[in-house]
C-alpha cells in the first residue's frame, strides 16, 4: 500500500522501512488498518494508532508509547514531538518495538 510513497528513497531506507511494516503485521497479527494520514503511512486499530514516517536515511517512528521508553532508546534519536527514528544501518530493537506497537495499539 505504501510502494508510492517510499519508491523514491534509497534502497536501504525502503527495505528499513518494509521490515517495519511486516513486523507491526506481525505483532498486530494483521489486524492493524493501513493508510495514508494527513500523508504518512498509518497503522491503526480502532481509534488507537502510529505512524512510520520514511525519510531520506531514517523512518521516524511515531506511537504513544515511544515516550514510555526514552530510557530503552537511548541509542536512537528521538524528535523533539517525542518520535523515535532509526537509521539506516541501526538495529532495530525488535523486543522493544513489540512492546510499543502492543501498548500503542492493543494486544
Same mark, same amino acid.
Given at each position: 500500500?505504501?510502494?508510492?510513497?517510499?519508491?523514491?528513497?534509497?534502497?536501504?531506507?525502503?527495505?528499513?522501512?518494509?521490515?517495519?511494516?511486516?513486523?507491526?503485521?506481525?505483532?498486530?497479527?494483521?489486524?492493524?488498518?493501513?493508510?495514508?494520514?494527513?500523508?504518512?503511512?498509518?497503522? #491503526?486499530?480502532?481509534? !488507537?494508532? %502510529?505512524?512510520? *514516517?520514511?525519510?531520506?536515511?531514517? +523512518?521516524?517512528?511515531?506511537?504513544?508509547? =515511544?515516550?514510555?521508553?526514552?530510557?530503552?532508546?537511548?541509542?536512537? #534519536?528521538?524528535?523533539? !514531538?517525542? %518520535?523515535?527514528? *532509526?537509521?539506516?544501518?541501526?538495529? +532495530?530493537?525488535?523486543?522493544?518495538?513489540? =512492546?510499543?506497537?502492543?501498548?500503542?495499539?492493543?494486544?
Amino acid at each position: 500500500m505504501f510502494e508510492d510513497k517510499i519508491a523514491c528513497l534509497p534502497q536501504e531506507t525502503q527495505q528499513l522501512f518494509i521490515n517495519v511494516q511486516q513486523f507491526i503485521r506481525q505483532v498486530t497479527n494483521n489486524l492493524a488498518q493501513e493508510r495514508l494520514w494527513g500523508g504518512m503511512p498509518t497503522f #491503526s486499530m480502532g481509534d !488507537k494508532w %502510529m505512524r512510520i *514516517i520514511p525519510l531520506h536515511d531514517h +523512518i521516524n517512528i511515531e506511537a504513544d508509547a =515511544v515516550c514510555a521508553h526514552l530510557h530503552q532508546l537511548t541509542s536512537y #534519536s528521538i524528535t523533539p !514531538k517525542g %518520535m523515535s527514528q *532509526i537509521f539506516t544501518g541501526q538495529p +532495530i530493537p525488535m523486543d522493544l518495538l513489540t =512492546v510499543i506497537i502492543k501498548q500503542t495499539l492493543g494486544e
